[in-house]
């Protein structure tokens, strides 16, 4: 038997006490007899706490319970030792520390220990031993089975039994088994000697659990009758040892006490610091036959007693709970009613004093408010004040977009004239050159306006950056060579995916550029270099000079908008690294200026590859994308060839005059020099509003319109819609020219159904070719539309209104098609328009006149019917409406080279 009582608590109050009892499972009638008697007498201490473990027979498991326990800051432990030797030392440890060690059932290797109680094993395996002898009357064979080898109880019952039988010289010990306390070992070893065990009179179990499964064995073999059978323990309860007694299963049961009582009793003698003996010893007694009943009597009694306390217990506490809960309940109220008293007392004092206070801060906060208002006043002033600085910057940047233009038209104008050659040329060259350089101030305002307002987006496709940066290094080359600057690109890898948004890094690095070669002299060196970090997933590319350089009170401001140093020449706004440190993060990158040892200046780019931290309004999305149609032509591109080219339109084959084109320009300087300068060539109709540009359109049908957007009485966008939902006008191809560079006013554009979009300043020359594109697609429009005038009607989407007219005027004239009087009158009322539009519609469309549309669509008729069946001629020249036969068939043979009586079938 072993098990394992553990008594733990508070240190500080050895009032409150926990005990833990971890006992072995290989004795369950016993085990259980001493579990109920500790609970017996715990009922009598309310303020010690019971946990109940088991060490299931087994060394280590009860060597780590004490261990654990010892963690736990115990006050007490008691235990009984599965075996003696392997628990001595952790025993000898915990009572080196101090603490109180009260070793129950069976002793320790050592004297280590603060009591023992339990019964004389040696007395009880004695007193079997001469109840056995006198038995048998001193003549017989007896089966022993002990405990496990090297336990102190078995030994030592095993000695006192063997010296008792030394008196009865006739009794004789055949076999002796050992097990691990339990029923089922004892069982299967009995069963080994099975031969030897069924010539015993008598089977000493040094358990009642072992002496109980002999006799099951002997029943089984039949011989259970003529042998006795004697135990240790007699514990009380039903199936235990004492109730075998009783029923004669065994024949006797030395009493072994549990001394749950007396263990506990200690446990708590001890935790209080109380000195206790060293050995206490529990008195036992054989019983048989002959005191049995006694013995069951007092245990049930005794069980009753338990019941009855345990009851007594349960509705004390339950009265306890009740009178705690009252009394806390009485006390809070008190608490409540204290509070209460002193509460309306302060309140009362606090009420006076606040109202002196609240008074003052009455007044107090009328002052706040006033000054308050006052601020946000200020403040919205000066907001507005901002918000009006900034629109005037960004609306007079817009209009300088159109004084540009004409100085850049009358610049490329002059410049491709021959007459303008050596210093006249060089003087126009400088006049572009300083044009350039303030259109692009200006659209440095431009750029810094949307970023303040959150307007500016990027739009990131995927591309090649090394291929994109060496284009705008390459710009660059001829003033390197001018210089005699050292000019370096370099990259690690020949390319490099990346998402980036062009315009944005096209600005970025031309600016970087700029400031490099501008800071640095002749015969200088500039390096540009890009490099790859996939560990860190990014891409760096940096622009390294050894020129001026940057100061270093100067470095911490380079970045601020508007900024500009004592070294630089002045020249610009302060812009162009705070834009370009804007559009990088834009990238989710970063701009910075490296420090360097040498002389010049070193700036940092770092962009991150891949497109996982762009969101999907960062992407640029292909749908929308208005390639062809949105033109921002880049005059800061144009070469000298270009401008060579850009001289004034030509004649071509089209002839002199043959297209009209209207132009809708409120400013009158531009208008005068498009009109004189697109008048060499085109028929020229003009307006200064939009609303007068409409009436101007719908009159004379032009073959182009070129409009403003922002123009008096209606925009441009309003009138191109207008334009291009009138059946009238719908065919009319319309150039949008504007200082509105944006995106998404170009995607507006585009939507209002305009056919080109071009922001000023532009080329001359730019503008002749999209003029010149657009004829020749209208011209391919015309040879489409002639060539079946048969057009069924489509859905009414963009440009199809021209395919709704045709429809309609094919319609009118195959429903009127035996009419010999339908003429132009006819189809202008039923259509709607006036001859003149009429006339210009089909002309624009078809390239040929209104009534040779009618002639075309009767002959186109009749050949048909010639060809179907048998009819005269005569009749299908009247159902065509031809009044004439001898007209017919001449205009028939005009148109197909053949004679209508040659048709038939």
């Known amino acids: 038997m072993a098990f394992l009582l553990i008594i733990a608590g508070c240190k500080s109050n050895k009032n409150n006490i926990v005990i833990g009892f971890s006992q072995c499972t290989g004795e369950d009638g016993w085990r259980r007899s001493q579990l109920a008697e500790m609970h017996r007498e715990l009922a009598f201490y309310s303020h010690v706490t019971f946990l109940y473990k088991d060490a299931m027979i087994n060394n280590e498991t009860q060597i780590q319970q004490i261990k654990d326990l010892l963690k736990q800051h115990i006050d007490v432990l008691i235990v009984s030792p599965n075996e003696a030797q392997p628990l001595t030392p952790i025993i000898n440890k915990v009572y080196q520390k101090g603490i109180p060690v009260i070793v129950v059932d069976r002793k320790t290797s050592s004297n280590q220990y603060t009591t023992y109680v339990g019964a004389n094993n040696y007395q009880i395996g004695f007193l079997a031993g001469q109840y056995a002898g006198r038995l048998l009357n001193g003549k017989g064979k007896i089966v022993e089975i002990q405990g496990l080898p090297g336990s102190t109880p078995a030994i030592a019952r095993h000695h006192g039994f063997t010296d008792a039988l030394k008196k009865f010289p006739g009794v004789q010990i055949i076999a002796e088994v050992y097990t691990d306390w339990t029923d089922t070992s004892a069982s299967a070893q009995i069963e080994k000697i099975k031969p030897i065990a069924k010539e015993a009179n008598l089977v000493f179990g040094q358990n009642d659990v072992m002496a109980h499964a002999a006799y099951l064995d002997y029943k ?102 009740i009178y705690k809960s009252q009394r806390n309940l009485l006390y809070v109220l008190l608490a409540t009613l204290i509070i209460a008293i002193l509460s309306g007392g302060i309140a009362y004092l606090s009420f006076r004093r606040n109202k002196r206070i609240t008074q003052s801060l009455r007044l107090k906060n009328k002052e706040i408010v006033f000054q308050q208002n006052k601020l946000i006043e200020f403040s919205n002033q000066a907001k507005e004040a901002t918000e009006a600085k900034l629109n005037f910057f960004t609306n007079i940047s817009h209009e300088f977009r159109t004084p540009l233009t004409l100085i850049f038209g009358a610049i490329d104008d002059m410049t491709g004239n021959k007459e303008f050659r050596g210093n006249s040329r060089n003087q126009l060259n400088m006049v572009r050159k300083n044009a350039l350089r303030l259109f692009r101030m200006v659209n440095q305002l431009i750029d810094y306006r949307k970023i303040d307002v959150k307007k500016m987006k990027l739009q990131a496709s995927e591309r090649d950056i090394v291929a994109f940066l060496d284009d705008i290094v390459s710009s660059f080359r001829e003033m390197a060579r001018k210089r ?111 420090n360097k040892k040498q002389p010049g200046a070193s700036f940092q780019v770092v962009l991150p590859l891949g497109s996982h931290h762009l969101s999907s309004d960062e992407i640029k999305n ?47 300087d531009l208008l005068t020099f498009l009109s004189g300068w697109l008048g060499k060539k085109y028929e020229i109709y003009k307006s200064h509003d939009g609303e007068k540009g409409l009436q101007m359109a719908f009159e004379v049908i032009p073959d182009i319109i070129i409009t403003d957007i922002v123009m008096p009485n209606k925009d441009g966008l309003n009138l191109t819609e207008m334009i291009k939902s009138n059946i009238r006008t719908s065919h009319i191809p319309v150039i949008l020219l504007t200082a509105r560079g944006s995106e998404e006013n170009q995607i507006r554009g585009m939507q209002s159904m305009a056919d080109y979009y071009i922001i000023k300043p532009f080329s001359l020359h730019f503008l002749d070719v999209v003029i010149t594109a657009l004829i020749k697609n209208r011209e391919l429009m015309k040879e489409h539309f002639s060539a ?93 409406g031809f009044s004439s036969a001898s007209y017919f068939s001449t205009a028939f043979k005009k148109k197909f080279n053949v004679s209508p009586k040659n048709m038939k079938p």
């Open 484 to 594: 005699n600057i050292d000019l370096r690109f370099s990259s690690t890898q020949s390319q490099i995916p990346l998402w980036f948004d062009p315009y944005m890094l096209d600005k970025v690095f031309f600016n970087l550029l700029s400031n490099a070669f501008k800071f640095t002299e002749d015969y200088g060196r500039i390096t540009f270099s890009i490099a790859v970090d996939y560990l860190r997933k990014i891409v760096l590319i940096e622009i390294d000079d050894n020129g001026q350089g940057v100061p270093v009170k100067e470095a911490a401001h380079i970045f601020e908008p508007f900024y500009q140093g004592k070294s630089n020449t002045g020249k610009g706004f302060g812009l162009g690294l705070p834009l370009a440190t804007e559009f990088i993060k834009l990238h989710h990158g970063s701009l910075s200026l490296m």
């Open 788 to 880: 079946d005038y048969d057009l069924e009607p489509r859905q009414d989407k963009r440009g199809n209104l021209e395919r709704i007219f045709l429809s309609e005027l094919n319609a009118f004239v195959e429903e009127n098609m035996d009419n010999e009087n339908l003429n132009v009158d006819d189809l202008c009322k039923h259509i709607g328009v006036s001859r003149i539009q009429l006339y210009r519609k089909v002309k624009a469309l078809l390239g040929c006149s209104v009534n040779d549309f009618i002639l075309n669509k009767r002959l186109t008729k009749a050949k048909f019917l010639l060809s179907q069946k048998e009819i005269q001629v005569s009749e299908v020249a009247f159902k065509v």
């Open 622 to 668: 292909e749908t929308i994308e208005v390639t062809n149609k949105d033109v921002s032509f880049p005059i800061d591109e144009l070469s000298e060839a270009d401008i060579e080219n850009s001289t004034l339109p030509q004649e071509d084959s089209y002839g002199i005059k043959d297209i009209s084109i209207l132009i809708i320009e409120d400013n009158e």
């Open 220 to 321: 089984l073999w039949g011989s259970q009758s003529n042998v006795k059978f004697i135990g240790v323990d007699a514990s009380p309860g039903p199936n235990l040892g004492l109730a075998w007694v009783s029923q004669g299963i065994l024949t006797a049961s030395v009493l072994y006490p549990t001394g749950g009582k007396e263990a506990i009793d200690a446990a708590i003698q001890a935790a209080k610091g109380k000195k206790i003996s060293k050995d206490i010893m529990l008195h036992t007694l054989v019983i048989d036959s002959t005191n049995v009943g006694l013995m069951k009597l007092q245990s049930d009694k005794i069980l009753s007693q338990q019941n009855d306390i345990e009851r007594q217990q349960d509705l004390i506490s339950s009265q306890l709970k």
